[in-house]
């Protein structure tokens, strides 16, 4: 059993630290208030599914940015689907950066470090 409570303060601490470094906001704590008894793992279920779904949607930005004629309305497609369901699990920092990659697209300046930063920021969560 004190394995268990050791696991679940390593988890209250790395949470406080994402909190303090930028990475989640409020919102995550919205989520995890959702969290209840009759679904014990609801927080776990939804962060597995902005995963999955964050993997799905950087392969098509890769794809998108590799073809020679860039679909620029196809990428902000993309990125603005990323930046809700991160601003949805109060993932701060992906969101920001969406934010940053949708600004380049109304430009029609698509930089490979945008897309590569906001890997990095999905990759770090």
Known sequence: M?????????LVDYTV??????FLDD??????????????DFVVEVVTLFFED???LLDEL????EQ???????????????????????AQRVQKVCIGFRNFCEERNIEGQVYFQL???IALL
Do not use: M
């Not at 630290?17 to 930028?22: A, D, I, P, T, V």
């Not at 919102?27 to 014990?40: A, H, I, R, Y």
């Not at 196809?74 to 699990?89: E, F, M, N, R």
């Open 68 to 90: 020679q004629s860039v679909d620029y309305t196809k990428i902000d497609a993309h990125v603005h689907q990323l930046k809700g369901s991160s601003s949805s699990i109060g």
């Open 17 to 22: 630290q994402l909190f303090n470094e930028g």
């Open 2 to 10: 004190d394995s268990v409570v050791q696991l679940q303060r390593q």
């Open 62 to 65: 890769a794809k998108a940015l």
């Open 119 to 121: 890997t990095f920021q």
């Open 27 to 40: 919102q995550f704590n919205q989520l995890q208030q959702l969290q209840d008894e009759s679904n014990p």
């Open 54 to 56: 964050s993997e799905r």
